[in-house]
């Protein structure tokens, strides 16, 4: 009486030999060879980035951390001066008062009657679009 | 002599592998080069494509054994690269035998039985007969039960089967060999 396993394997017992192509030496070379390329890749990136700090920034620390200050000074203006061009809670109350509204309006007019109707005509009237050859026919006639 | 199985969760020297030593090579040889090409020449029915599948799946263990995290696994991992090959060559060769997949239905847990089947010698060689019989799908199952003893949640692993599948496999298999034996024994 036999097992299904022992016969299974009886079965194939004579290609063993043939089996025993497969050298446990090349498995172990390709086990660390593998080994070793998962090793390198690590390394490699590891190197690369320890060179640049290495050679570019610990040399240099003093210029670097000088010109991070600069950045961050440039950055805090910035921002400052963001802060100091947007309108303050008065000044938007005021624009929408009725009172500064219509005294601004009457600035205006009377900004218009000084500067006269030439003046007010000539920012009226709108641009010439028509050829450039005639507008310098009508500057002549002027003249 | 007592049969290694990996149910016994015998201790193979996988640590020792990874790190490219030979003689734990010349170990995991010794324990798993013939179940697994006994698995694979049962699946694929040619000497020279098993051998080459055997010798590939060795050499792809060696090259990706870095990668296994849990060592007990190894077995499992193993002849899961074997079956993948197994699946290349189908469709190499026999792309209508990947196919063949008998319906799978809920079943009752698979209860003990092939495992612990004796075998008479006048009945070896229609044991054979009826295992080549089966589907591909049932034959890889049951001969995984057979020569490993791996549990239903490895055999799923290594041919990628839902468990339930598995299950449904061994179960159409063993009322296929509980035939066969009664046969006989009428």
Known sequence: ????????????????????????????????????AGENFSTRIGSVFDGFWRECILPWRRAWAGLAAVWIAIFALHLAARESLRPTGGELAATKNPQVLSALREQKQLLAQLLGPTASAAAATPKNSGPRSEQRRELFIIM | MKMVVASEREQLPVAAARAGDADAWAALLARFRLP??????????????????????????????????????????????????????????????IAIDPQDEDLPDFEPGP????????????????????????????????????????????????????????HYARKAFKKLFEENES
């Not at chain 2, 049962?42 to 010798?55: K, R, S, T």
């Not at chain 2, 044991?127 to 089966?134: A, G, Y």
């Open chain 2, 36 to 97: 697994l090409y006994a698995y694979v020449f049962e699946l694929v029915h040619h000497e020279q494509a098993a051998l080459d599948i055997v010798q590939e799946s060795f050499i792809n263990a060696a090259r990706h054994i870095g990668t296994l995290r849990d060592d007990d696994k190894f077995a499992s991992w193993l002849f899961n690269i074997a079956h993948q090959k197994c699946i290349q060559h189908w469709r190499r060769v026999r792309p209508q035998e």
């Open chain 1, 1 to 36: 009486m036999k097992t299904p396993r022992e016969i299974i394997l009886g079965r194939h017992r004579s290609a063993e030999t043939k089996l025993g192509a497969i050298g446990p030496d090349k498995l172990a070379a390709i086990a660390r060879e593998s080994a070793h």
């Open chain 2, 115 to 170: 495992r612990d089947l004796l075998i008479r010698k006048e009945q070896e060689a229609e044991f054979m007969r009826l295992l080549d019989q089966l589907a591909v799908a049932h034959r890889a199952v049951l001969l995984l039960y057979f020569v490993e003893d791996f549990s239903l949640e490895e055999i799923a692993r290594i041919t990628g089967a839902q468990l339930g599948t598995v299950k449904s496999r061994l």
